[in-house]
């Protein structure tokens, strides 16, 4: 069965660097959730997003910002990147009426230097 | 969402039953009772869930005290595989609403040795 896929799965910045995060949900998900998670820490709910406008909005710094495509696949962009934002961003995505059960990705390690 | 309370961390031996408990005392009549576990470094993944009875997948079987204050996770043969983090989410069933991010407490680590 079709998985969430994201990419990419491994990136390394520079502090004050952009970066881009992308995730690709299963056929027919049309919810799209950004969580993220720290070195030792449990996961954090960033956004998400459903037919392409934000949904919920958790812990999300304002220095990053998301979107859902039409294709309903997400990018988390992600500006000024500080020490502190290297962790594990995890995609997950459901059908609208279970956002209860999400099918999460691979996540994205992302290191900042 | 209720809050739950969960053991740190628990050892299990290969083939034997786990059994890892959840506290929710606080759950109200709408709350399901989740388990989603966390393989080292991988997204976390959907295991079961329950309101009031029990309820048997392939993967685990979840019992659900009478009074709804605590539940508990089997895995009925437990491998090395099934080493992670498991995550005891009590939240209410989410139909088209809002509030569809998941709320991840402390987790139980559960080790499973040979």
């Known amino acids: 069965a079709a998985g969430v896929i994201q990419s990419p799965r491994h990136l390394i910045k520079e502090k004050r660097e952009t970066a881009t995060l992308k995730c690709y949900p299963i056929?027919?998900?049309?919810?799209v959730y950004w969580y993220q998670q720290g070195p030792g820490q449990d996961p954090q709910f960033l956004i998400s997003f459903y037919e392409k406008m934000q949904s919920d909005k958790g812990s999300i710094p304002d220095r990053f910002s998301a979107q859902q495509f039409s294709d309903y696949h997400s990018e988390l962009n992600m500006s000024s990147l500080e020490l502190g934002d290297s962790a594990l961003y995890f995609c997950?995505?459901?059908?609208?009426?279970?956002?209860?059960?999400?099918?999460f990705g691979p996540g994205t390690r992302l290191t900042v230097l | 969402d209720a809050k739950t309370t969960q053991p740190p961390s628990m050892d299990c031996a290969e083939g034997r039953a786990a059994n890892l408990p959840c506290n929710h005392s606080?759950?109200?009549?709408?709350?399901?009772v989740y388990w989603y576990r966390q393989i080292h470094s991988q997204g976390p993944q959907y295991i079961i869930h329950?309101?009031?009875n029990n309820e048997t997948n392939e993967m685990a079987s979840l019992i659900i005290t009478e009074d709804r204050k605590s539940s508990t996770l089997i895995l009925p043969h437990a491998t090395l595989r099934d080493t992670a983090v498991y995550y005891c989410?009590?939240?209410?069933?989410?139909?088209?609403?809002?509030?569809?991010?998941?709320?991840f407490g402390k987790g139980t680590k559960l080790s499973v040795k040979p």
């Open positions: 997950a995505s459901s059908p609208r009426s279970r956002a209860d059960t999400q099918y």
């Open positions: 606080t759950i109200s009549g709408n709350e399901y």
């Open positions: 989410i009590v939240r209410a069933l989410n139909y088209g609403g809002s509030q569809g991010n998941l709320i």
């Open positions: 056929p027919r998900h049309d919810t």
């Open positions: 329950g309101l009031k």
